[in-house]
């Protein structure tokens, strides 16, 4: 039950990172945003560190910058896919695939994890689906390059969260600051390669901040999670996080909680139970 727990936890402040720093993108470049997030986070991660040392070895570390690459890349992709509008259809391609790539990856990495749970999982898959949903639902055709953006993106963050979950458990934080290390230097290299200036008015900043302290403490539980649980359920679990954005646009930004997305909340109710069993 803790690695669902922890899991569960780390869904809520991934969804609440990704609505901050969606917050701040609106009003400065999403790639400035991304890199400062990420500078202002490092004082929390040397906390982690200092707070829960471990006894990494090399290849725990080697995961944690693998794992920060790929992450920094599936975000690139996914602004990309969003730029092109349909918004609607983006999220729930890349929540989905997100989840479905380490579940998969579980299933060969580790024990069968029994079939509540692997039942949760499947429930998470359509609880991602249907909190994505936001308006929109026109019939207009969807490029093939957006899904195709949306696909890669997707499968990278899936990739993020099968590689951060090798790391050993007597790791402690040091896999979650490699992740920083290496998603700072990709985007710092971005910026530079694209021109980018990292700077940021005050009411951004806050958003900003907000966003990078999330992401680490959101990571830090993951990690915590997939070196206690089975990699395919929390995984799953975590990739509930576009319910907690849905929730924080309805309390913030007044927007309008459609049937679908409410379905969407039922079912990730039900797959955390299940995946508790």
């Known amino acids: 039950m803790f690695p669902i727990l922890l899991a569960a936890v780390s869904a809520v402040a991934f969804g609440t990172a ?25 004082p929390l991660l040397v906390a982690l560190v200092l707070l829960v040392p471990g006894s990494p070895t090399v290849a725990d ?43 998969v990856a579980g299933l060969f990495t580790s024990t069968f994890p029994g079939a509540p749970a692997l039942t949760g999982a499947g429930l998470a898959v359509v609880a991602i689906a249907l909190v994505s949903l936001g308006e929109g639902g026109g019939r207009r055709t969807v490029p093939a390059r957006l899904v195709g953006l949306a696909l890669a993106a997707g499968a990278l963050f899936g990739v993020f969260f099968t590689l951060l979950g090798q790391a050993s458990e007597n790791a402690g934080m040091w896999p979650v600051a490699a992740v920083r290390t290496s998603s700072i230097a990709f985007g710092l290299l971005l910026a530079a390669g694209t021109g980018v200036r990292l700077r940021l008015g005050r009411r951004v900043l806050g958003w900003a901040a907000l966003a ?20 395919s359920i929390v995984a799953a679990i975590a990739a509930l996080y576009p319910a907690s954005t849905v929730l924080l646009a309805l309390a913030v930004d007044r927007e309008r909680l459609r049937p679908v997305q409410v379905a969407g909340l039922g079912f990730a109710a039900g797959a955390l139970v299940l995946a508790s069993i």
């Not at 999403?30 to 490092?42: E, F, G, N, R």
């Not at 999330?214 to 915590?224: H, I, R, T, W, Y």
């Open 18 to 42: 990704d609505f901050s720093g969606g917050k701040a993108s609106r009003r400065a470049d999403p790639i400035a945003v991304t890199v400062i997030s990420q500078l202002l986070s490092v």
């Open 61 to 103: 570390i080697a995961w944690g910058l693998l794992a920060g690459t790929a992450g920094a890349g599936g975000v690139v992709l996914l602004y990309r896919a969003l730029a092109g509008g349909m918004m609607a259809v983006v999220a729930p391609v890349t929540a989905i695939t997100a989840a479905v790539v380490p579940i």
């Open 212 to 231: 990078g302290l999330l992401d680490s403490a959101a990571n830090a539980l993951f990690l915590a999670a997939a070196a206690r649980g089975h990699l």
